[in-house]
């Protein structure tokens, strides 16, 4: 069931800026800090749990976000569907496109659930297709309206992220390729913020592999395997890339389990390559517990709970 848009203010007034947070039962409130030095060009890394802000730089400069489009593209698919992946879906030919692809074919039948997985394994822009055409048209059909499905879905993108804070965020596709798709760093933490506690996405984030039995006029197994190279890190429970290497843009957004059991967001925006970018994430990582103790100790009783894992069937 899908959340309601005022749940969603809800949450973003909580996340929408630092605020005062209890740690330990003692009241403390900390303002954002500068991050480690980094050569990215925004940085915004916030406490999921809290509302927190931790680290900031160029926070609210508007930047091109490319494949960081799929988080929203995934959190609407379980928002509205949660209860009916394993719905499956004919692919058509207009679903096969360009750039990074999960390997979909033409008269393939995928479950919802698979081109989640496609999707956020491999970053595949034919899945974020197969998946906004699918939802579009259940969203239309609700309303007994007739209509683009994608156009629908593109709508449904932009009110879902309005809903969670992410006032700069624009899109123009599911998948992000085109120059449209655009937010800030303050924006893709917010929605990180929804997207990496929710427990419905979590396995589909952790998990580096999975094979999928596809069904269809040729059923074949599709082994996918995730270039994400920070996945299976330490406490690291999930994380996503956008990149134009032409154009040299380098993007990363990486949820990750504090010592204190806590979900801390970290975005980098327009880092100068994709080995700095990961390299920069780490650093932030790694600073954090130091300059902000209460997050490096457990609450007294707590357990901190490991990353969420994949397990592929």
């Given at each position: 069931?899908?959340?309601?848009?005022?749940?969603?203010?809800?949450?973003?007034?909580?996340?929408?800026?630092?605020?005062?947070?209890?740690f330990g039962g003692s009241a403390v409130s900390q303002e954002p800090v500068a991050p480690?030095?980094?050569?990215?060009?925004?940085?915004?890394?916030?406490?999921?749990?809290?509302?927190?802000?931790?680290?900031?730089?160029?926070?609210?400069?508007?930047?091109?976000?490319?494949?960081?489009?799929?988080?929203?593209?995934?959190?609407?698919?379980?928002?509205?569907?949660?209860?009916?992946?394993?719905?499956?879906?004919?692919?058509?030919?207009?679903?096969?496109?360009?750039?990074?692809?999960?390997?979909?074919?033409?008269?393939?039948?995928?479950?919802?659930?698979?081109?989640?997985?496609?999707?956020?394994?491999?970053?595949?822009?034919?899945?974020?297709?197969?998946?906004?055409?699918?939802?579009?048209?259940?969203?239309?059909?609700?309303?007994?309206?007739?209509?683009?499905?994608?156009?629908?879905?593109?709508?449904?993108?932009?009110?879902?992220?309005?809903?969670?804070?992410?006032?700069?965020?624009?899109?123009?596709?599911?998948?992000?390729?085109?120059?449209?798709?655009?937010?800030?760093?303050?924006?893709?933490?917010?929605?990180?913020?929804?997207?990496?506690?929710?427990?419905?996405?979590?396995?589909?984030?952790?998990?580096?592999?999975?094979?999928?039995?596809?069904?269809?006029?040729?059923?074949?197994?599709?082994?996918?395997?995730?270039?994400?190279?920070?996945?299976?890190?330490?406490?690291?429970?999930?994380?996503?890339?956008?990149?134009?290497?032409?154009?040299?843009?380098?993007?990363?957004?990486?949820?990750?389990?504090?010592?204190?059991?806590?979900?801390?967001?970290?975005?980098?925006?327009?880092?100068?390559?994709?080995?700095?970018?990961?390299?920069?994430?780490?650093?932030?990582?790694?600073?954090?517990?130091?300059?902000?103790?209460?997050?490096?100790?457990?609450?007294?009783?707590?357990?901190?709970?490991?990353?969420?894992?994949?397990?592929?069937?």
């Amino acid at each position: 069931m899908s959340r309601s848009t005022t749940s969603y203010g809800l949450v973003a007034g909580c996340l929408g800026a630092a605020f005062m947070t209890l740690f330990g039962g003692s009241a403390v409130s900390q303002e954002p800090v500068a991050p480690p030095e980094v050569t990215a060009t925004s940085v915004f890394v916030m406490n999921a749990d809290t509302g927190q802000v931790l680290y900031a730089k160029n926070p609210d400069k508007v930047f091109r976000i490319l494949s960081l489009t799929k988080l929203v593209t995934a959190f609407i698919l379980v928002d509205q569907m949660g209860d009916r992946l394993s719905e499956t879906v004919e692919i058509e030919r207009q679903h096969l496109t360009g750039g990074s692809s999960a390997g979909l074919k033409q008269n393939d039948v995928w479950t919802l659930q698979d081109l989640l997985y496609g999707m956020v394994l491999v970053s595949g822009n034919d899945a974020s297709l197969a998946i906004a055409d699918h939802v579009g048209r259940d969203l239309l059909a609700r309303k007994d309206r007739r209509g683009d499905a994608r156009k629908r879905f593109v709508e449904e993108m932009r009110a879902t992220a309005k809903a969670l804070g992410a006032e700069n965020a624009q899109f123009a596709d599911p998948y992000g390729l085109s120059p449209a798709n655009v937010a800030t760093a303050r924006d893709m933490g917010l929605i990180a913020a929804e997207v990496f506690t929710d427990a419905r996405l979590l396995p589909a984030w952790a998990c580096t592999e999975r094979t999928l039995q596809i069904g269809g006029k040729t059923p074949r197994t599709v082994a996918l395997k995730t270039s994400l190279e920070i996945l299976g890190e330490g406490s690291v429970l999930g994380a996503k890339t956008g990149s134009h290497v032409t154009n040299g843009i380098f993007n990363l957004v990486t949820a990750w389990r504090a010592p204190n059991g806590q979900t801390i967001v970290g975005v980098v925006l327009g880092s100068t390559s994709n080995p700095a970018r990961y390299n920069e994430m780490r650093a932030i990582m790694a600073a954090l517990p130091l300059e902000f103790p209460a997050l490096a100790e457990p609450a007294t009783g707590a357990t901190p709970q490991n990353p969420t894992r994949c397990v592929d069937n």
